[in-house]
């Protein structure tokens, strides 16, 4: 048995463990969808952290930036600064006017039925859509540790796993595998970040004067334009990316697991240094593929270079901390994809079934199983479409989870707290347009069109050349939200100042 398959099977049972004993403590709905609550300001930062810090970070950013150079750094910048967005427009509403999904934070302001049904449809997509992503990223990874094993079975075992950490520990599980894989990301990088540092002898500028020649690319390494000629595609990229996080399920639900908004808010500033200094770090990773284990062997091993991390552990350090990194890789897609299936589910069992099918007169144990089952409908869909993006890059396919969600979800979320004259219809509108027009563009682009056989989905020739649709899709959602709420005569702003408090304050009740 070798190292990286004993670490792997390490960290597996270790989970295992957190999710028995999180499964005694997970019998009320509140407890299933929230923890109870009673997340500290530092845990549930380092679990948004963990929760952030995808396969997409880890494995998709540094394959990117080996093979691209400076245009993969725009993800790291992208994902960082995005916390801003979430730290001043979206923690702490949520937090005051939510209770377990998005959709219950809108609901607050607007009653209604369709509403709740198409904030909990965007969930449920966007969730998957980021899913995807990270079971590439496994099925890749876990082909790589363990020799003969295909790809379709490394999705399965990973799809497997995560089922059973939501079905039975609920959030408490999903919580505590995200902070220890957290903390054992922020260990595995720092360490191959330092050994990189020294291999350019802790000199910045040596680092940068050796790339110049230490790629293909030549100095063309260290400037954008190499993945990303389109300067329009560049912003539509930024723009996805800044504006996505606040959109994402899988994160907004994490600020339900506080008892308050000062926590979350202490979340968020926990978080943002966390991911600020690994998204520093991904830069030592990519550098240190490109010039230590070298293009050919990362697209040998992976052809979206999603295995660069773990070639440059294996190139730097042996097999001990190839298996180290490999297997701190399979906790990071485990602890994302069990907070991913988490947040779908509870928009199913929660916003579909308890809100619409039942009509709120649900019990809690009812809702609960409700959610169990909903958790393994969605994980056998993610595991479906899975098999057939494995030639995608898991940061690119990331980045398109975040244009759908800033495109559907952010202009509903800050017009129903800063827009008094915002209605009902324009909820409706706003949402659909921005998840139908992000969706249709994700289907005629070059993800999944390409005249070369072998580089997207299918063969044949895109409509649009944009490879993000954010520039086009997220305007939509806006205005789409906009000209809903003026085409109805409708108004729905009997409620706006009671939600403007209690989202600035807190306060349930005003007298």
Not at 179 to 202: D, E, P, Q, R, Y
Not at 243 to 259: C, D, E, N, S, Y
Not at 346 to 366: C, L, P, Q, T, W
Request: net charge positive; proline share 3%.
């Amino acid at each position: 048995m070798n190292t990286a398959f004993l670490l792997f099977l390490i960290i597996v049972l270790g989970t295992l463990v957190i999710t028995y004993y999180a499964a005694k403590k997970t019998k009320t709905v509140n407890e299933f969808y929230t923890a109870g609550g009673g997340l500290t300001g530092w845990q549930n930062g380092l679990a948004i952290a963990g929760d952030y810090m995808s396969a997409a970070s880890f494995l998709g950013i540094a394959g990117m930036i080996a093979l691209f150079g400076f245009d993969g750094f725009f993800y790291s910048i992208g994902f960082l600064v995005a916390y801003l967005v979430v730290l001043y427009l979206v923690a702490e509403p949520l937090r005051n006017l939510g209770k377990y999904t998005m959709a219950d934070m809108i609901a607050a302001r607007f009653d209604n039925k369709k509403i709740r049904g198409v904030a909990a449809l965007n969930s449920i997509v966007i969730s998957i859509f980021y899913m995807i992503a990270q079971l590439v990223g496994a099925g890749a990874l876990i082909s790589l540790l363990i020799p003969g094993l295909d790809y379709t079975a490394s999705v399965l075992i990973v799809g497997v796993l995560m089922t059973v950490y939501v079905v039975f520990g609920g959030m408490t599980a999903t919580s505590w595998v995200q902070i220890i894989k957290c903390v054992l990301l922020i260990a595995g990088t720092f360490i191959i970040s330092l050994i990189v540092f020294a291999k350019f002898n802790f000199n910045i500028g040596h680092m940068f004067d050796q790339m110049r020649t230490a790629t293909p690319l030549k100095e063309a390494f260290l400037n954008p334009g190499n993945k990303f000629a389109n300067g329009l595609d560049t912003l539509s990229l930024n723009l996805a990316l800044v504006l996505g996080t606040a959109g994402l399920p899988h994160i907004l639900i994490r600020f339900f697991t506080v008892k308050d908004a000062p926590t979350a808010r202490k979340s968020v500033v926990v978080a943002t240094w966390i991911i600020g200094l690994f998204y520093v770090m991904t830069l030592f990773l990519g550098f240190g593929a490109a010039a230590f284990v070298g293009k050919d062997v990362i697209v040998q091993a992976n052809a979206a270079g999603n295995m660069a991390a773990p070639l440059l552990a294996r190139a730097l350090g042996g097999e001990f901390l190839f298996a180290f990194v490999s297997a701190v890789a399979f906790a990071t897609i485990l602890a994302v994809v069990a907070g991913l299936v988490l947040s779908a589910a509870s928009a199913f069992a929660h916003d579909f079934y308890g809100h619409i099918i039942r009509k709120g007169n649900v019990r809690e144990k009812e809702q609960v199983r409700a959610a169990r089952l909903a958790s393994v409908g969605v994980a056998v869909i993610s595991i479906l479409l899975a098999l057939f993006a494995q030639k995608l890059n898991v940061a690119f396919l990331v980045a398109l989870a975040f244009a759908v969600a800033a495109s559907a979800n952010l202009p509903v979320l800050v017009f129903t707290v800063f827009w008094k004259r915002f209605n009902t219809t324009g909820a409706v509108t706003g949402m659909l347009i921005g998840l139908i027009s992000a969706l249709v563009l994700v289907a005629v682009s070059p993800n999944v069109w390409d005249p070369a056989a072998g580089k997207a989905i299918f063969v044949g020739t895109p409509l649009i050349s944009l490879t993000n649709p954010g520039i086009i899709s997220i305007p939509l959602g806006f205005l789409g939200a906009f000209i809903g709420t003026y085409c109805s005569s409708k108004r729905d702003d009997a409620k706006y100042d009671e939600i403007l408090v209690r989202a600035n304050t807190g306060i349930r009740e005003l007298t």
